[in-house]
Structure formats: C-alpha cells, structure tokens
C-alpha cells in the first residue's frame, strides 16, 4: 500500500500504521536522506529472511546494515567505540553515511558479518526520524532490489514494481540516485569502502 507521509512534517496517525506494521513483522519501502530503501523490524528474523530473498541474497553473506534515531544508542550494539571514533561519528552523523562498526551480542545474529560486524545509518531525514521514535529500536536498511536505481527515486513506480512484495511504500517525495558512502572503522585504518554521497574528508 502506497502511504504519502509528509517528508518534514510527518503525520503521527500515518506514522503509527507504518510502526504497527513493522512490529507484526512487516517490510516497508522508506525515504532516507540518500535513496529509498527496504527496512523492517532488526528483532524480526522472517522479515529479514524476507527481505533477503526480495533482493536475492543470503542473509548469512550480506552485509546488512540499520537505521538508528541517533547514537544515543550506539553502546547496545557496538563495541570498542574509543574516543576519537565516537567524535567522528558525532561529526558525521545524522547524514548519508555507513559505519562499519564492531557488532555487540544484541545485534541479532542474522544481521552480522562473518567478521561480528555491522552496517550503522543514522540519516538525516525526518520520516526515518520518526518511524524510530516511535518504535523505540533500529530498523533494517538495505538497497531495494536490481540495479536501475533511477526507477527507485519516485514512490510510484516503485509501488508499481514492488506493490506485492511488501506492506507499505511510503511516499515522502522524490528520493535521490546516490547511496551512502561506506566506511569501515574496525581497523586502526578507517577506510572508504564506498564513495557514496556523503564526502569523507580524511581524519
């Protein structure tokens, strides 16, 4: 179901569908501050299964990343932030980023690397912002599927591609063409993996 949720003012009653639905282990379609993405509940194991054979992958070779409200949160499911990576964290987040970052034992085993590691967001947009809020934990993000990223900016056609395989397409306006840049911190070298939206200056 297509769902327009406003993208500065989101509408709480719209927010608390998309919210109910995630918590039965639903599979949403959702702006981000950089592409839209396919999420659902991290504490849901089918729905990420689901999700994995949406985009046809396996879930225990995937690097799966997920959205957080902020880092107020980030002790709960890493480990090992020292100092000068939490400052740079703190500078460049909310915003089109990923950390690669080491996973703690709450990160639900399905979501972590061979390597115990995890994918963090914290993007800047006010409906993911939201969603999180309400929720109370992170939610999955992950790519929508195929390679022609150009048909995944309008909500439309992505209702039209994608309408059957999951439970709601949120509809927060035209969403961009460039995914996050990816930076793995779990080495004393912190190095861009991905060269995405987000400029990484060199720290």
Known sequence: ?????HPENPQPRLIKQV????????????????????????????AIEKICRIKGVDPSKSQLSFICRDLSNLSDYTKSIDTPLYRVLKYYLPGPFTFILPASKQVPKILQSKKSTIGLRVPDNEICRNILDSLGHPILSTSLPGDMVEDYTDPEIIQEKMGQMVDFIIDGGIGGMVPSTIVDCTTAEWNVVRQGLGVWEEN
Request: net charge negative; charged share 20%; aromatic share 10%.
């Open 1 to 5: 179901m297509l769902i327009q949720i």
């Open 19 to 46: 919210v109910e639905c995630l918590l039965d282990g639903g599979i949403i379609a959702y702006p981000t501050d950089t592409v839209y993405g396919l999420g659902c509940d991290i504490f849901k194991p089918k």
